[in-house]
Nanobody, 121 residues
Framework: QVQLVESGGGLVQPGGSLRLSCAASASTNIVSIHEMGWYRQAPGKQRELVASVSSGYSTNYADSVKGRFTISRDRAKNAVYLQMNDLKPEDTAVYYC?????????????WGQGTQVTVSS
C-alpha cells in the first residue's frame, strides 16, 4: 500500500510564502516514482494542475503560478515540494500531492489527503 503524506499548508497574508511538502511511503519496495505534481481545488471549482515534475526533473507550471511557484523533488526521500511565493487570495484552495508510483507489485496513480492553503489579510 502506498501513501502520500503532505504538510506545510496554512494561513498566510497576500504577498507571503509557504512551502508544501509531500513524501511517499509504501509497504512494498518502491521501484520508481515517475511524474510527481501538485494540484489544487478551490470551493466550487474543478481540481486543476498547479505544477508537475518528471522523473527527469522537467517541470511544468500553470500559467497562473509561473514565476511565483517552484516545484522540486528529492529522489532519495521520495518527496516533492512546492515553494509558493507572492501568494494571492486566488491561490486559496486545498492542495493535493499526486504521484505516479511503481512498486514491485503495481504501477498506479496516487493522491495525498490534501492540505489547506488560505491567503487572506
Amino acid at each position: 500500500q502506498v501513501q502520500l503524506v503532505e504538510s506545510g499548508g496554512g494561513l498566510v497574508q497576500p504577498g507571503g510564502s509557504l512551502r508544501l511538502s509531500c513524501a511517499a511511503s509504501a509497504s512494498t519496495n518502491i521501484v520508481s516514482i515517475h511524474e510527481m505534481g501538485w494540484y489544487r481545488q478551490a470551493p466550487g471549482k474543478q481540481r486543476e494542475l498547479v505544477a508537475s515534475v518528471s522523473s527527469g526533473y522537467s517541470t511544468n507550471y500553470a500559467d497562473s503560478v509561473k514565476g511565483r511557484f517552484t516545484i522540486s523533488r528529492d529522489r532519495a526521500k521520495n518527496a516533492v515540494y512546492l515553494q509558493m511565493n507572492d501568494l494571492k487570495p486566488e491561490d486559496t484552495a486545498v492542495y493535493y500531492c499526486n504521484a505516479d508510483i511503481e512498486t514491485l507489485r503495481v504501477r498506479n496513480d496516487y493522491w495525498g489527503q490534501g492540505t489547506q492553503v488560505t491567503v487572506s489579510s
